[in-house]
């Protein structure tokens, strides 16, 4: 039965600052089908909803496992993105602009 690697965003948290934290989320689920996939993805999301008190966006991104036992090192997740920009300038526009400083433990 193949995997499937399923992709959910979540907003985490408003911080006192007034910035909103999001989590990307990747969990992988055996399953026949994409649909049943994505049904399975949408209960574990609702827990974790309910677990973690965030709120997740509604659409998920899935990919498909190339069918091999998951291994050390097996790649579970990959996506292409297109853009003029070097890797470095997109590197730090996809994960630098955004990246979640936690607050000090007595704000």
Same mark, same amino acid.
Not at 45 to 67: F, L, R, W
């Given at each position: 039965?193949?995997?499937?690697?399923? /992709?959910? !965003?979540?907003?985490?948290?408003?911080?006192?600052?007034?910035? #909103?934290?999001?989590?990307? /989320?990747? !969990?992988?689920?055996?399953?026949?089908?994409?649909?049943?996939?994505?049904? /399975?993805?949408?209960?574990?999301?609702?827990?974790?909803?309910?677990?973690? #008190?965030?709120?997740?966006?509604?659409?998920?991104?899935?990919?498909?496992?190339?069918?091999?036992?998951?291994?050390?090192?097996?790649?579970?997740?990959?996506?292409?993105?297109?853009?003029?920009?070097?890797?470095?300038?997109?590197?730090?526009? /996809?994960?630098?602009?955004?990246?979640?400083?936690?607050?000090?433990?007595?704000?």
């Amino acid at each position: 039965m193949p995997w499937f690697a399923i /992709r959910t !965003v979540y907003h985490f948290s408003v911080k006192s600052n007034g910035k #909103n934290a999001f989590e990307e /989320r990747v !969990v992988c689920f055996e399953a026949e089908t994409w649909e049943q996939a994505h049904i /399975r993805a949408e209960a574990e999301s609702k827990h974790y909803e309910a677990e973690n #008190n965030v709120i997740a966006h509604p659409e998920q991104s899935g990919y498909q496992q190339d069918g091999e036992n998951l291994i050390d090192g097996y790649e579970v997740w990959s996506e292409l993105f297109e853009s003029e920009d070097t890797l470095e300038e997109f590197y730090a526009e /996809r994960y630098g602009k955004y990246e979640y400083q936690p607050e000090p433990p007595d704000a």
